[in-house]
């Protein structure tokens, strides 16, 4: 039967008191070291450019007019619109995502004396971009381009104006929405917008909502439960306990160089060796005495006879007997 011997029975010492070490750093970081909470800082920008593209016409030669410029409705074709959104995220977190493009039409009545705003009449809204998706990252990126024509909106605003007797201005929002989600309570929402009358033939385009927004959230750590607790501090009992057992049977294995010698002979030859209970009787045979264990080994594989070995509290005898004769090989148990 195999028997671990030293270096086994250390080395699986060693790995016992090293799992209950780490297994307690783990235990102690998640029960006392570890902070309440955790910040999860979201930066968000949202990038919005335009261009105004022109109908052709004899009188202007620009193809487009730029951003923050002054337009005339008659002669505006569509307005090219990109919309390009970043989140950094200041952790690696798993982050579901929804984004959206909207336009509202948005009738206001136009005079309403003692207020800076005029009353909403009318607000109604057409989706024309709706995208989700989930990443595991810690940053999101989503760019969006669209080509908005005005005419068949301002119609729509055009004829509702028509069926209330009540002077009124008109407007086409085009919303840009991030709808962020995540585990830990984490959820925002972000807009951005552009605006565009269309009740004067003159008129100009004005983005509305910050450029930038910057959030934090709290996340709670999530700790051990009561039985995972016990379950670690058990493991942590039983491999603190297997490393000191394993420690002292390496202790009790002390061994002197002769007696390894021993065991390496009994094991590596066991084949040939042959292990008597009682003393051979020495007293018939002419005794001879080999210097070495290899000698006796190479005179039985000549002779092709086992090789016969009792021990007592101060020898190991190794002797082959053939007819009157007994060659002995004696290994010395002494300590070191």
């Known amino acids: ?66 951003m923050d410029d002054n337009y005339l409705y008659s002669y505006t074709d569509y307005i090219k619109l990109d919309s390009n959104y970043v989140c950094e995220l200041s952790s690696r977190i798993d982050v579901e995502y929804r984004y959206r493009a909207q336009i509202v039409l948005i009738s206001r009545y136009k005079k309403n004396p003692g207020s800076d705003n005029n009353p909403l009449i009318l607000e ?8 989700s998706d989930h990443i595991k990252g810690n940053k999101i990126t989503v760019s969006r381009s669209y080509n908005l024509y005005l005419e068949p909106y301002k119609s729509e605003l055009d004829a ?27 959820e925002s929402e972000f807009i951005r917008s552009i605006n565009i009358p269309v009740s004067t033939e ?9 450029k ?26 039983a491999s603190f306990a297997g490393g000191l057992l394993l420690i002292k049977r390496t202790k009790a294995q002390k061994k002197s160089s002769s007696q390894i010698q021993l065991e390496d002979y ?40 086992p090789i016969m070995y009792f021990d007592n509290a101060e020898n190991a005898l190794f002797c082959i007997l053939l007819n009157d004769v007994a060659h002995i090989f004696k290994l010395e148990l002494t300590d070191d």
């Open 1 to 66: 039967m195999f028997k671990l011997n030293k270096i086994h029975l250390l080395s699986a010492a060693i790995v016992c008191m090293s799992l209950s070490f780490m297994l307690t750093i783990y235990l102690c970081y998640n029960l006392v070291l570890q902070h309440p909470d955790k910040i999860i800082t979201f930066h968000e920008n949202q990038n919005i450019a335009y261009l105004v593209f022109q109908k052709e016409n004899p009188y202007i030669e620009e193809p487009f007019l730029g």
């Open 124 to 131: 109604k809204y057409y989706t024309i971009d709706d995208i």
């Open 160 to 186: 509702f104006a028509a069926t209330i007797d009540l002077p009124v201005v008109n407007e086409v929002r085009v919303n840009f929405i991030m709808e962020l989600k995540s585990s830990g309570d984490i």
């Open 202 to 210: 003159f008129y100009n385009i004005t983005t509305i909502g910050e």
């Open 212 to 237: 930038s927004c910057t959030t934090d959230f709290n996340v709670p750590i999530k700790r051990l439960s009561s039985m995972m607790t016990a379950i670690l501090s058990a493991l942590i009992i």
């Open 266 to 305: 009994l094991r590596t030859y066991d084949d040939i060796i042959v292990s008597t209970v009682n003393p051979i009787d020495f007293s018939r045979y002419e005794e001879i005495y080999v210097k070495s264990f290899k000698e006796l080994l190479t005179l039985s594989k000549r002779l092709s006879l």
